[in-house]
């Protein structure tokens, strides 16, 4: 199994600019989550999908930030305009299923974002 | 609010020992309770899952415990290594299954 694979690793962008971080879940997964960890603010969930459809955006700081989850294998997680405040690293995760609290996540390796 | 509390950001110990880390929580009643190991540069690594109606929960050398009455749970690694460096997050699942994490333990082990 690849696990949960997040493209790019590493982004460095000037502020303003419209920045879009990219996830594919484990297949079979049913529940994605975008997440994003600052060391003032430690690991912060920002919105979980469950088959496909958000369930809650609760977590998502402002209007700048969009997610998508247009079919079971992608995932977008989209900034515009971004600030440097947005600097931190994002990761997605996917479990089996939601609505049990019982699954483990599995979380790609993070997309580190710099916004300059 | 709700609070998650992991203690001390920093834990040093030597090669052989118990580690002990500690999650505690407020103004919150958790259905599950994770722990996470998280190394440099990675994405966390889900290690156990507790249950509310579960006192402790063993894996080869790591053992949980989880005490609804004192909102707190006990993440134990016996034998410890310098492999087992790494900063450990606990998280609190509700049924619908959001999780909240700690900050995170980061444990040093010296050989």
């Known amino acids: 199994d690849a696990g949960v694979i997040q493209s790019p690793r590493h982004e460095v962008t000037e502020m303003g600019q419209e920045v879009t971080l990219r996830c594919k879940p484990i297949?079979?997964?049913?529940?994605l989550f975008w997440y994003r960890q600052t060391m003032m603010r430690g690991l912060e969930l920002l919105i979980y999908?469950?088959?496909?459809?958000?369930?809650?955006d609760s977590g998502m700081p402002e209007d700048r930030f969009s997610a998508k989850m247009p079919n079971a294998s992608f995932s977008t997680l989209k900034i515009q305009p971004s600030e440097p405040r947005d600097s931190a690293v994002y990761f997605c995760?996917?479990?089996?299923?939601?609505?049990?609290?019982?699954?483990?996540?599995?979380f790609g390796d993070g997309t580190r974002l710099s916004i300059l | 609010s709700q609070k998650i509390e992991q203690n001390s950001e920093a834990l040093n110990i030597q090669e052989g020992k118990t580690a002990t880390l500690t999650c505690n929580y407020t103004?919150?009643?958790?259905?599950?309770l994770q722990w996470y190991r998280q190394d440099p540069g990675r994405g966390p690594v889900f290690l156990l899952l507790?249950?509310?109606?579960?006192k402790e929960k063993r894996k080869e050398r790591l053992k949980v415990t989880f005490d609804t009455t004192l909102k707190q749970s006990l993440f134990h690694i016996t034998a410890s290594q310098p492999a087992d460096s790494a900063t450990y997050l606990c998280a609190l699942n509700t049924n619908a299954g959001k999780s909240t994490f700690g900050d995170g333990t980061t444990l040093t082990v010296k050989p």
């Open positions: 103004n919150y009643s958790p259905a599950y």
């Open positions: 995760a996917s479990s089996e299923r939601t609505g049990w609290g019982d699954q483990p996540q599995h």
């Open positions: 507790i249950r509310e109606n579960e």
């Open positions: 297949s079979g997964h049913n529940s």
């Open positions: 999908f469950n088959n496909n459809v958000p369930i809650d």
